[in-house]
């Protein structure tokens, strides 16, 4: 916070309190008009808003240092005693002040000496002085207890929130090496059987670690760049299976700027290839497809390969488990995720979550 704003919040903060206490003050003149008019009793509304002002203005200012002792000796569990020994005597030497006070401003609107003003002020007011003083230590009691409330509620969803970045990002760094070590297994499978085909995926993988790691820091990015990303890691996965592996992509054009998980498609993909592309002979075709209905952004990922397995539930490995924890962490309850059988065969995963998009960069 610049000194500046500082300066014009305390000044804003002066400006209520003034504000505050004045409308206290009219609220008692126009009382004290209504009934000295019913009373009989020749009071204009100007010495009616006189003598309120008057009255509420030496409570404004008395009321300075008692929101100070207020704040320094609260009534806290393990401070009561001491708090009561500070506020009784404060009650009182309060009561009394406002009176010398009150009076000495009562010569100004009157002809009276000021043993005049004053006697009868100890008579009427020393009660209700008192009773102001104790009002004022509550209010201030009432407004920091709810502004320590409402830091400790603000703390609360702060360490939440650092601590939902700070699983993504474990998660994230847990995938980050699992598709590193697969692409590695892929490449040491070929460095001996076709070394230029191998040097190939050495320079596609080190392009792929390039731009993961340039988006590491960003839990979510553009589907455009989402699926550059993808394309790296299908160039290693092409070269590694030939004409074994087509790729269709069915994006819709107006969802490439909607915002999606980083390295969100790249572990369903991976997820189709090892268990849809890989165990099988003959060739393989994986299709992703998105499209935007209403509020939400569909992906899909699909292949021709055998399916979900039919003697028992399906196990998920990494990138499949991280994937659901890592959406239940963004979007809660406002995602979908699921694997069932493609209508005409292999395995099919759709992800729903919000459809948002990304801000343009300046």
């Not at 209504?34 to 309120?52: C, M, N, P």
């Not at 007011?125 to 201030?140: D, E, P, R």
């Not at 709810?146 to 990002?169: H, P, T």
């Not at 790691?213 to 070269?239: A, P």
């Amino acid at each position: 916070m610049t000194i500046k704003n500082a300066l014009q919040r305390r000044r804003v903060k002066w400006l209520l309190w003034f504000g505050f206490w004045t409308l206290i003050g009219l609220s008692f003149a126009f009382q004290f008009y209504i009934s000295s008019a019913k009373a009989g009793l020749e009071v204009t509304w100007r010495q009616a808003v006189g003598y309120a002002l008057g009255d509420w203005y030496v409570f404004a200012l008395l009321s300075i240092p008692v929101v100070w002792l207020a704040r320094r000796f609260d009534f806290e569990s393990g401070h009561r005693r001491r708090s009561l020994a500070v506020h009784l005597p404060a009650s009182l030497a309060f009561s009394l002040a406002y009176m010398v006070l009150r009076a000495g401003v009562g010569r100004f609107q009157s002809d009276a000496s000021f043993a005049e003003a004053f006697l009868p002020l100890l008579v009427k007011t020393w009660h209700f002085n008192l009773l102001i003083y104790w009002v004022i230590v509550a209010v201030t009691f009432a407004f920091d207890y709810y502004r320590k409330y409402r830091e400790r509620e603000l703390r609360a969803v702060e360490l939440e929130k650092r601590l939902a970045e700070a699983k993504l990002q474990a998660l994230q760094m847990q995938l980050n090496p699992h598709f590193l070590f697969n692409s590695l297994h892929s490449i040491s499978a070929l460095v001996h059987q076709d070394a230029e085909a191998a040097d190939r995926m050495i320079v596609r993988l080190s392009d792929l670690l390039r731009a993961a790691l340039e988006s590491s820091d960003t839990q979510e990015v553009s589907l455009r760049e989402e699926l550059g990303i993808l394309q790296r890691y299908l160039e290693i996965e092409q070269i590694r299976f030939g004409s074994r592996l087509t790729v269709k992509m069915n994006i819709a054009p107006d969802t490439l700027d909607a915002r999606v998980p980083n390295l969100i498609l790249q572990p369903l993909v991976e997820n189709a290839i090892r268990h849809g592309i890989e165990p099988r002979a003959k060739p393989g075709c994986i299709e992703l497809r998105s499209q935007r209905e209403g509020g939400a952004l569909t992906l899909e990922v699909g292949d021709n390969g055998a399916g979900l397995r039919k003697d028992g539930p399906a196990k998920e490995g990494v990138g499949l488990s991280n994937t659901r924890e890592r959406l239940q962490a963004l979007y809660g309850e406002s995602h979908g995720f699921e694997l069932r059988d493609a209508p005409e065969g292999g395995l099919l995963v759709r992800l729903i979550i919000p459809f948002r998009k990304e801000a343009p960069r300046a």
